[in-house]
């Protein structure tokens, strides 16, 4: 098997283990308070590749650390905003689409800020998501959920977080306030990975601290718990990472941008077999055209990855 089909298996088992994620989480959160599991998760996963990253670690400058932190700093809030519409929400399945929509933000969030240039198919992919959230949220006329908000909110959030780290994982140069060129080093991924998660989980340590009760919550855990928290940890968090960090350095090409999409899909599939969820036929239509506002963000991609498939068709019916 070629590395770029090893890459494309690769990132589809990412988008299980992300959807698996999902699964964990709303069992973990059935019994305990959601930003103490949020907590605990990141702590372990985030100590788990900081383990592994221990070298790598010690050689990144201040500014390459604090870059660290402040990324993980805006993926803690978005992650709190993700498991407040996780424990609120009547819908996984919803959620996954709602939250999904971080990707179609993306590209405003770097416009906007970094005056990055879009193409067409970004603008294009707006008004179509934007759609799909109305549905979602005219089940019983314009009342959105509080489980809805959060996972709106998270998306935004997401966007920055996700413009911030690929910014900080690679190297740039910039202009400071006087004029001068500044190198901007990238952050190795290893390393950028274990210090978001550990921000992550000492963000929502402090949130659950000052907002959450403690003491009923340890009395009497049930062994299952520490089943959901590892699983979440190990398998979700820091495997999913690990596994897509090394899918994504196996090929140049772009199929594992589109792959990744797959991963609402498998989302709303797991919460129909696994908790029983059904969707409405509005929120069916809403979910459908949120998926078609990530294709139609993702059109660049696509049609390269498409190109690819018929050039290496093409080339083996030659040969």
């Known amino acids: 098997m070629s590395d770029a089909k090893k890459s494309d298996l690769l990132l589809v088992v990412v988008t299980l283990l992300a959807a698996m994620g999902w699964v964990f989480s709303k069992e973990a959160v059935l019994m305990m308070p959601p930003l103490m599991f949020m907590a605990a998760r990141f702590l372990l996963a985030g100590g788990v590749l900081a383990i592994i990253a221990i070298p790598a670690l010690f050689r990144l400058s201040q ?12 993926f803690g809030i978005a992650m709190t905003c993700w498991i407040m519409g996780l424990f609120h929400g009547d819908s996984m399945g919803e959620g996954a689409f709602l939250t999904s929509l971080g990707v179609v933000i993306v590209p405003i969030i770097a416009r906007i800020v970094f005056g990055e240039v879009q193409p067409m198919s970004t603008w294009m992919a707006i008004p179509i998501a934007v759609g799909g959230l109305a549905l979602l ?25 996700f413009t911030l780290n690929t910014r900080a994982a690679n190297h740039r140069t910039v202009v400071d306030k006087q004029g001068q060129t500044v190198e901007k080093k990238k952050v190795p991924a290893l390393p950028l ?69 797959l991963e609402p899909v498998w989302v709303a599939l797991f919460a129909t077999v696994w908790f029983g969820e059904t969707m409405s036929s509005l ?11 990530l294709l139609v963000n993702r059109w660049n991609a696509i049609s390269r990855a498409i190109k690819g498939l018929l050039k290496v068709k093409n080339s083996s019916q030659r040969g």
């Open 63 to 74: 500014e390459q650390l604090l870059r660290s932190i402040g990324v993980g700093a805006v």
């Open 137 to 161: 949220s005219l089940e019983n006329g314009f009342q959105p959920e509080p489980g809805q908000l959060y996972f709106v909110a998270a998306a935004c959030i997401f966007a920055l977080y």
């Open 193 to 261: 990975t274990a210090m978001a998660l550990l921000t992550v989980g000492a963000v929502t340590l402090a949130e659950s601290s000052i907002s959450e009760p403690w003491a009923p919550s340890l009395a009497n855990p049930q062994p299952m718990l520490y089943v959901w928290v590892l699983a979440s940890a190990v398998i979700a968090t820091a495997g999913r990472f690990l596994l897509q960090t090394y899918a994504q350095s196996l090929s140049v090409h772009s199929h594992g941008v589109v792959i990744l999409v």
């Open 283 to 293: 929120q069916l239509a809403g979910c459908g055209l949120i998926f078609a506002a």
